[in-house]
């Protein structure tokens, strides 16, 4: 039993050299390769931003995303930076989340030189097609790139699945599940129990051509406005308003001034496609995350009806991808809260 | 619950001492609450499928042992039905509605996720009941052990395919604590993650990015993919399998070996009895047996082979690629058989030959696998097509990085030094300063060089 147990710590040992060689070679040879592998470049961003930064802009595609039509090809963030006398520079990436925004900020050190922090707040992100979206698995990958731990150990918890790594099936599965279990919260009497009731009733020949054809492209929209909006936040379990949350306290730890720029939605077209319902929950789950936000001490930026419905780009899905009129009406108003 | 994640890492080693801490009788139970955990921890709802699987399996088992004639071959066949009819609901019906679309118009796609490794759970546990029918196996009393057999967590979702005197026996043994079955346990998972992690993981995106779109690719492309597949296949399922045993060794049960390095086959005979001989064995004993095996004229006897090995493509997965798989394969191996009978004696026994036979059968084996990884006939045909198209448009070339090759090469290393061997029994007997080198450069590798995308075992899909 003695032998054994020499034996065990000589390998305990023997394992954790190994660990700690490994992890010299690995920060030093290969942890970039594999940032650009995942497409967790925003740390590299990050790290030379901070240092020549008053404000830093945390956000998604909404922020440069241009309509081919454009003259001016500025982001959002690029445009706040002409209006303000202070530095502003974005890190960004399409399609990522709070989650991404909270590990990239735990990475501002003391001595940086930025102040201000400005993180979109985005009420699609809330929703299950977003939480459960396909892309979530390549997302966690990158945010575990993002951890605070040493890079060996973010190279072990990605090869040894220790992340949300569910497959594409699964995710459509649990939307599916969650469609079917969620409730409408509308204040009047309504005839559809749940999102996929709704959709179904949607789905079927709500809008028609006037030959008596089905608008296809239509009603796909109005289903697509119902499946993304028709949600209510739940504060205890949903996993963004944890992230908003966090990114909170990490601030306030960090001292640095938050504002969360509350995104426009295409609020104009879910109501005349879908009805007023929609309208109200959308208006409902955008009054939460104002009444939370400001409560807990951050400055939130209301954007939320501010684009018109004609300044979206993709008019026939729903982004927050906003033509140059958008994004002048939206670095404005986020301009107002810098000064 | 996967082999390479953290979560098993924590989960494995838990088990394993409360197994030895536990008095004999009690482990049981804690191997069907593990193996419960274990497969819940893939969808919860679906472990209720394998408790189905397990109580008409154990009932049919009892009632057949006590019936005769007609009542028994009927309990045989209500076993065959539940268990050939769940895999049909969950892995077939939409393959069914495709194929009889015409006559079906307003039958609608199931939609549904399909349990991991239905086919593994069915075909263990069915083995069982005709056992019992033949009259070779008794019937388990226990139901404990038998739903252990059945969920034996080590190789419950990809095999090995055990057969009930086996692993019904290793179940109901004692196994003492012994440093040996530790040693050669930890062995086994170590070389099994990294064949699976530094091998077929870092094979896969290249697979994945050819196949998603091969006309982009130079002919010399083509032929890398196809053989990179032929790797990467073998190593996730020799990965998984090389660590099932090594779990279950762990655990003092031994489990049969899945591989015994097919791709050093001299020929299609020989591979299929190299290549997840659990399955083969299951397809000759209950299929090709009972269709009267050799016994039967030459005709016959083609037509049994052809069928049998299109039925074990067709146990893969639902879809015609898979049943061509197996056909191409019962093709193969009828036309060696033929050819065989011309050849004299000590030419067949010759070197040279044998390695002509071994490059010609690795070559054939790879071509078909096309018909395995496309995702339907005409992606395949392209994929083929793609092999033979010369052009001086400029397309891409599929690159394989340095860290690859030198995982590939370290791999053909320890493949060949342990030659008719295995990985634990082979490095037992060496010094400890080599034994000890080869841990050290094997946790190197797995630490720096395993494919940074984990991707999931591709025969959990069946």
Not at chain 1, 263 to 280: I, M, T
Request: net charge positive; glycine share 4%.
């Amino acid at each position: 039993m003695k032998k054994l147990f020499y034996k065990l710590c000589a390998a305990l040992l023997i394992g954790a050299f190994i660990i700690f060689v490994s992890n010299i070679i690995y920060t030093k040879y290969f942890f970039k390769n594999d940032l650009v592998l995942l497409d967790a470049k925003m740390l590299m961003q990050l790290d030379s931003l901070q240092y020549n930064s008053d404000v830093l802009y945390f956000a998604e595609s909404s922020n440069g995303t241009t309509a081919n039509s454009d003259t001016c090809l500025l982001s959002i963030s690029q445009m706040i930076d002409t209006l303000s006398p202070l530095k502003i520079n974005a890190v960004e990436h399409g399609a990522i989340h709070a989650k991404t925004y909270l590990n990239l900020i735990k990475h501002i050190n003391s001595n940086a030189l930025v102040k201000t922090l400005v993180v979109t707040l985005n009420a699609r992100s809330f929703g299950s097609p977003w939480i459960n979206s396909k892309l979530e698995t390549n997302l966690s990958q990158a945010n575990v790139m993002y951890e605070s731990m040493p890079a060996i150990f973010k190279r072990i918890k990605l090869t040894f699945n220790a992340f949300d790594n569910k497959s594409v099936q699964m995710r459509d599965y649990i939307n599916e599940q969650n469609w079917s279990k969620s409730k409408i919260n509308v204040p009047e009497e309504f005839p559809y129990k749940n999102v996929r009731q709704w959709d179904n009733a949607m789905a079927y020949g709500t809008y028609l051509l006037p030959n008596g054809d089905w608008d296809v492209p239509k009603i796909s929209l109005a289903c697509h406005y119902i499946k993304t909006y028709a949600f209510t936040i739940d504060t205890l379990n949903n996993p963004r308003i944890k992230d908003f949350d966090e990114i909170v306290t990490v601030a306030k730890q960090k001292n640095l001034k938050l504002i969360f720029h509350l995104l426009a939605e295409n609020v104009q077209y879910a109501d005349s496609l879908v009805g007023k319902e929609l309208h109200h929950i959308m208006q409902e789950n955008k009054q939460l995350l104002m009444d939370r936000y400001s409560r807990k001490g951050a400055i939130v930026v209301n954007s939320f009806e501010l684009v018109n419905g004609k300044d979206f780009i993709d008019q026939n899905w729903t982004t927050e991808h906003y033509n140059q009129n958008g994004r002048w009406i939206l670095a404005k108003n986020v301009f107002r809260y810098i000064k | 619950m996967l082999f390479n994640s953290l979560h098993f890492l924590i989960f494995f080693p838990i088990v394993t001492l409360l197994y030895y801490l536990l008095k004999q009788k009690y482990r049981w139970i804690l191997l069907f609450i593990a193996s419960t955990y274990f497969y819940s921890a893939f969808f919860l709802p679906y472990i209720l499928i394998l408790y189905f699987i397990i109580i008409i399996d154990y009932v049919c088992g009892i009632l057949i042992e006590n019936s005769k004639n007609k009542t028994k071959l009927f309990w045989l066949l209500y076993s065959i039905i539940s268990n050939i009819g769940l895999l049909f609901y969950f892995k077939y019906y939409n393959f069914f509605i495709d194929v009889f679309v015409e006559y079906l118009p307003n039958v609608k796609h199931l939609d549904i996720i399909l349990p991991i490794g239905l086919s593994f759970h069915t075909f263990q546990s069915l083995s069982y009941t005709i056992e019992v029918y033949k009259g070779k196996q008794k019937a388990e009393k226990h139901i404990g052990y038998f739903a252990n057999y059945v969920l034996f967590f080590p190789q419950m979702v990809a095999g090995p395919i055990e057969r009930y005197d086996c692993l019904g026996k290793e179940l109901r043994s004692k196994h003492v604590f012994n440093f040996k079955n530790i040693s050669n346990g930890l062995r086994l998972i170590l070389y099994g993650l990294f064949v699976k992690m530094c091998i077929a993981d870092n094979l896969a995106p290249l697979v994945n990015e050819f196949y998603s779109n091969p006309t982009q690719y130079y002919s010399s492309s083509a032929w890398i993919a196809l053989i990179a597949f032929s790797i990467q296949i073998y190593a996730d399922f020799y990965g998984y399998s090389t660590i099932a045993v090594g779990a279950a060794r762990l655990l003092g049960i031994n489990l049969m070996d899945n591989f015994n390095q097919p791709y050093f086959a001299t020929s299609f005979y020989q591979f299929w009895q190299r290549w997840h001989i659990s399955l083969t064995t299951w397809f000759r004993n209950y299929v090709f047996f009972p269709m009267g095996g050799s016994y039967v004229n030459a005709f016959r006897w083609i037509i049994n082979v052809l069928l049998v090995f299109a039925l074990s493509g067709f146990w893969h997965g639902a879809n015609y690629t898979f049943i061509i798989w197996g056909f191409l394969h019962g093709l193969f191996y009828l036309i060696e058989k033929g050819f065989s009978n011309f050849i004299p004696v000590f030419i067949a026994k010759n070197k040279i030959f044998l390695t002509f036979g071994a490059i010609a059968t690795f070559t054939l084996v790879t071509f078909i696998w096309v018909f395995f990884r496309a995702e339907n006939f005409d992606k395949a045909l392209l994929v083929i097509k793609q092999c033979y198209t010369y052009t001086f448009e400029a397309k891409k070339d599929l690159l394989i990085n340095i860290q690859t090759i030198t995982m590939l090469a370290v791999f053909i290393v320890f493949e060949i030094v342990i030659y008719k061997s295995r990985f634990d029994l082979f490095f037992q007997n060496q010094k400890t300063v080599i034994r000890w080198f080869v841990y050290i450069i094997l946790a190197f590798c797995l630490l720096l060089f395993s494919g940074i995308q984990s991707y999931q075992f591709i025969y959990f899909q069946f």
